[in-house]
């Protein structure tokens, strides 16, 4: 069974700018999450998709967005890119997105802003 | 949700000893937990999980306790090996809080000598 994908691995971008990551789940899981992870803050919760509806949402700015599809696959969108956002862009299904089941990670992507 | 934390930022450990990496939790209604492998340039690998109605689970070379008098988990590596090094991360379910939202905490990297 194929793992979580996320397109692209690396990214460089500039203040100002917008970007777009993609996320595509693992086979039959219905529940997408995004993290951010920086040397500073760690893992941070972003949001959690479900059935094409954002169930939950971290403690960021509206600058970061996300939406499903009805495959599961997922975006996120960032806007207005600051300095500050540099980071590894982490998602992770699970099945159902229950408080006890596991999340499988993909390897992120790589944002790095000039 | 409340942080989690780790004992332990750094762990060297020679190569065919056990490991013990520590976390303290503080949130003491989260009913879930997971250890989390993180290798360079990868996303968090999933290793165990535990609900808080066991104490201990075993898996292949690893063990996680459960001690929720004192709001502690541990994971134990058996027989460590050059590829178990990497960051260790535990991560709780934000219970009575969002779903799909994992709390994590800051990590300890695990270094094995040859």
């Known amino acids: 069974k194929a793992g979580v994908t996320q397109t692209p691995r690396y990214l460089i971008k500039t203040r100002g700018q917008q970007v777009t990551l993609s996320c595509s789940p693992i086979?039959?899981?219905?529940?997408v999450s995004w993290y951010q992870q920086t040397p500073g803050q760690g893992l941070q919760f972003l949001f959690e998709?479900?059935?094409?509806?954002?169930?939950n949402k971290g403690n960021f700015p509206g600058r970061f967005s996300g939406r499903q599809f009805s495959n599961s696959r997922s975006e996120m969108n960032v806007s207005t890119l600051e300095l500050g956002d540099s980071a590894l862009y982490l998602c992770?299904?699970?099945?159902?997105?229950?408080?006890?089941?596991?999340?499988?990670f993909g390897d992120g992507t790589r944002l790095s802003i000039l | 949700g409340e942080s989690v934390g780790l004992h332990l930022p750094t762990l060297s450990v020679q190569e065919g000893d056990n490991s013990i990496i520590n976390c303290a939790y503080s949130n003491s209604a989260s009913d879930y937990f997971i250890w989390y492998k993180q290798e360079s340039g990868k996303g968090p690998q999933f290793i165990i999980d535990?609900?808080?109605?066991?104490d201990k689970r075993q898996g292949q070379r690893v063990t996680v306790l459960l001690n929720k008098t004192v709001k502690h988990l541990s994971l134990q590596i058996a027989a460590t090996q050059p590829g178990d090094s990497a960051v260790y991360f535990c991560?709780?379910?934000?219970?009575?809080?969002?779903?799909?939202?994992?709390?994590f905490g800051k990590g300890t990297k695990l270094s094995v000598k040859p």
């Open positions: 991560a709780e379910n934000n219970y009575g809080g969002s779903q799909g939202n994992l709390i």
């Open positions: 535990i609900r808080s109605n066991m």
């Open positions: 998709y479900f059935s094409e509806t954002q169930r």
């Open positions: 992770a299904s699970s099945l159902a997105g229950s408080s006890n089941q596991p999340q499988h």
């Open positions: 086979s039959g899981h219905r529940s």
